[in-house]
């Protein structure tokens, strides 16, 4: 297409040539025509002047002629000699004439002009002789070289002879040879001077058109070459142009046209970037902004010798509050935790000198509950573990909620450049590592990135696929906890808890397993092989001593509710196992419960439907009201591990552990102390009223043969003394 294009600047060339060329051709027509005009009428001026020559020469011999016959007739009819040579030679003497002959009747000469009359007597014999004996009135005859006037002489009617007057013609001849010379001259001359002004005019024409021609090209296509130059930089996202602003036609407005254009998609450009790089939410940069801007501010870093510190900052539990408390008290908390964060990265500034570089120092939020912080400087190991105990520090203070405060934990990664990572994105990703093993590490620290810490997620991907080999091959064994009846001391169930014996690294802490089952989505598997187990399992229970069924209490992951056939596949298992449905249990943590996600809240309806007990695991650290606890169908809660064990020593322990009693007694539902590990926490809880409990004291998990060891001790027996007989390795 380029190559076939014809530009404007070459057909304005073309157009102008064209017409220059029809100009020269014309003016080339006009030329010729004004010549060929010009010669003819030279011709026939030189022919008329020749004819009036000739004329004037025969009226010339004419008047000779007859002025000689008149004053001839009496001499020759005399016959006197001497007169008529008197006469003639008088004659022969003027201007043109060449000759006088004077002839008788009979054409014989009388007299030729001359002295001694050479000719006398002879008969006439030249080329007029004939005509002029004949002829009876005024006869004119032309030669070559001669006019020849012949008048006869004549007596009454009488002719008696005649006279011949003969004029040269070359006189005259010469005289037009040399007009017509000089007239030719004159008209060379002509020429040549219109030549020279009619050329000099078409070269002036010419200069002139090709000066237009090139001001003009000038005037329009170089503007509009530059036009263009200048839309390549808008597409690039240039938009500074420099434009003539002084131009005051149509190209000009074009131009400041074009000028303003630029400046308005320019401003557009600054804001849709504005836009497109802010978090609106927090008014920080965003995801975008931090992937745009991370390689120029490294490969300056780079230049410079200098260093860097990325901080991934990540929520613990952020999803609770939304869940718990509704999305618009979520925004509040990422809020003025965006601000605290702010305020953290500022205060490690020391110096007090505003510095340029500053403002590469990104603040970002990356996702949901993470944030990003990006620092600058030789000095950024210490500052980013600074800023890191600062962040930590500013978030223990409450932060402020629509109904109430809450105290959030954040667990903070570093990674450095280039000593971590060479790439923004490898360097994000360290960071990612590291903040994920702050998170494991009892979350609300914060780890700087070390190269082992690669290997630990490696190692998960490798405990993925160990993970799923196991759940195929049946590795996965379970081990159950007796849940007892503090009233009348004996046992009503089990907790179903499961256990990995990895061949090369031991045991494996289900915390560590189901996380990974989560991460890489084997938790439905996991969920169902539990559940599997434990129906089979309890099949082979002995009845209690006062001829009850025991019950099995499995975990769920909250994970698993999204699980739309969680509901019926549950069904299926129990059926399949011949198993009433209120003895197999399912406990959920407190916290995962209470979402408002729709999906989960009809996934625990069909539940409440098919008649499992729901318990809420872990309760008392979730955000849960009386409110949500009314509005599910729940069998119970189990008090968390954490007030069981403070109770002792912690008064508000112990507090909330009886208010929860309380409360589950004026709901009318169940309570199960978790973590009982001394007498004195199970006396207390006695007599607080708590219905059951469970715990190392009253028995660790143990596995099935265990179990069924422990159960078949009998009444006679101790609790106490039947867990000994029982122990099992746990815990380690
Ligand atoms: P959880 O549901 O809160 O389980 C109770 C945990 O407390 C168990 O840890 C148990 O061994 C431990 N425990 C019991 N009595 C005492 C005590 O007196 N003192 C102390 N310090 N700990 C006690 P375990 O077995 O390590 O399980 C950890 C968590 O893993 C469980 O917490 C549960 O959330 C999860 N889990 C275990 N098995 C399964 C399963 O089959 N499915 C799912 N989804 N999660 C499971
Ligand atoms: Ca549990
Ligand atoms: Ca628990």
Redesign the pocket.
């Known amino acids: 297409m380029r190559s076939s294009r014809i530009g404007l600047a070459t057909r304005l060339t073309l157009v102008m040539g064209m017409s220059l060329a029809a100009l020269i051709l014309v003016a080339g027509i006009g030329w010729w025509v004004y010549q060929r005009a010009f010669e003819t009428i030279a011709r026939s001026s030189l022919e008329t002047i020749t004819a009036l020559s000739e004329d004037s020469l025969a009226r010339q011999g004419k008047a000779a002629a007859s002025l000689l016959a008149k004053q001839l007739a009496n001499q020759v009819y005399f016959l006197d000699i001497g007169g008529i040579g008197r006469i003639t030679s008088a004659a022969v003497n003027r201007g043109d004439i060449e000759y006088v002959i004077v002839f008788d009747a009979q054409g014989s000469v009388l007299h030729d002009g001359t002295e001694d009359i050479g000719t006398f007597g002879q008969a006439m014999n030249d080329e007029f002789t004939p005509r002029a004996i004949a002829t009876t009135s005024t006869l004119v005859q032309t030669s070559d070289r001669l006019i020849d006037v012949t008048e006869p002489l004549m007596l009454g009617t009488e002719r008696i002879g005649g006279v011949r007057v003969g004029l040269n013609r070359d006189s005259s001849r010469t005289g037009l040879a040399r007009m017509e010379a000089d007239l030719r001259a004159q008209v060379l001359e002509h020429n040549r001077r219109t030549l020279l002004l009619f050329g000099g005019t078409l070269l002036a024409v010419l200069l002139l058109a090709g000066t237009i021609a090139f001001l003009s090209l000038r005037k329009v296509v170089q503007p509009l070459r530059e036009m263009v130059e200048h839309a390549r930089e808008i597409e690039q996202g240039r938009f500074q142009i420099a434009i003539d602003r002084r131009r005051r036609d149509e190209i000009g407005d074009l131009q400041q046209a074009f000028a303003r254009m630029s400046a308005s998609l320019g401003d557009y450009d600054r804001q849709i970037r504005a836009l497109a790089y802010r978090d609106t939410l927090t008014g920080l940069g965003n995801r975008r902004a931090l992937h745009d801007a991370l390689p120029l501010i490294f490969e300056r870093v780079r230049a410079e010798n200098s260093h860097a510190a990325l901080l991934f900052i990540d929520l613990d539990d952020f999803k609770r509050i939304n869940d718990t408390l509704g999305h618009e008290s979520g925004d509040r908390v990422l809020i003025q935790v965006a601000e605290r964060i702010v305020r953290a990265r500022n205060e490690t500034r020391l110096d007090e000198r505003i510095d340029a570089g500053w403002d590469d120092e990104i603040a970002a939020r990356f996702g949901g509950d993470e944030f990003v912080v990006l620092l600058l400087g030789s000095d950024v190991r210490e500052r980013a573990r600074h800023m890191a105990q600062l962040t930590l520090e500013l978030l223990r203070l409450p932060l402020m909620t629509e109904t109430r405060p809450v105290v959030l934990n954040v667990s903070i990664g570093i990674a450095l450049f280039p000593d971590d990572a060479d790439s923004a994105q490898s360097l994000l990703r360290n960071a990612d590592v590291a903040m994920y093993q702050a998170k494991l590490h009892g979350k609300n620290g914060h780890r700087f990135f070390n190269q082992h810490m690669l290997q630990v997620v490696e190692d998960r991907l490798g405990l993925e696929q160990d993970l799923r080999h196991a759940l195929q091959n049946n590795d996965l064994e379970m081990h159950y ?1 007796p849940i007892i009846d503090l009233g009348s001391s004996t046992v009503t169930g089990a ?4 256990r990995w014996r990895h061949p090369e690294r031991g045991n494996v ?3 560590l397993f ?1 996380a990974v089952a989560e991460e890489f989505g084997l938790i439905d598997q ?2 169902e092989y ?1 559940l599997r187990r434990a129906c089979r399992d309890i099949r082979t229970w002995p009845l209690r001593p006062d001829g009850q069924a025991l019950f099995v209490s ?4 909250v994970r698993q509710l999204k699980q739309r056939s969680l509901a019926g596949r549950i069904a299926e298992v129990l059926e399949a196992a011949g198993l009433p449905a209120e003895r197999v249990h399912i ?1 959920l ?1 407190e916290s995962s419960l209470l979402g408002n996600d729709a999906e989960s809240m009809s996934t625990l309806a069909a539940l409440a439907r098919i008649g499992v007990p729901l318990w809420l ?2 309760f008392g650290t979730g955000f849960s009201g009386l409110a949500h606890l009314r509005a599910l169908t729940v069998e119970g809660v189990k008090i968390d ?1 954490s007030f069981i064990q403070e109770m002792l020593n912690s008064r508000s322990d112990r507090a909330l552990a009886t208010a929860i009693v309380a409360l589950t007694r004026s709901l009318g539902i169940r309570c199960i102390a ?4 001394q007498e004195e926490q199970m006396h207390a809880l006695k007599e607080m009223g708590c219905e059951l409990a ?4 009253l028995g660790y ?1 143990m596995s099935l043969a265990d179990f069924m060891l422990y159960l078949g001790a009998g009444p006679g027996s101790s609790l106490r003394d039947s867990l000994r007989a029982a122990q099992s390795s ?2 380690s």
């Open positions: 906890q907790e179903a808890l499961m802490p289900p915390t189901v996991l969920g539990a499995v975990n769920f992951s406990e943590t695991d872990d591990r978790e973590g009982v590990e469970q715990g190392y004291w998990p746990e815990p």
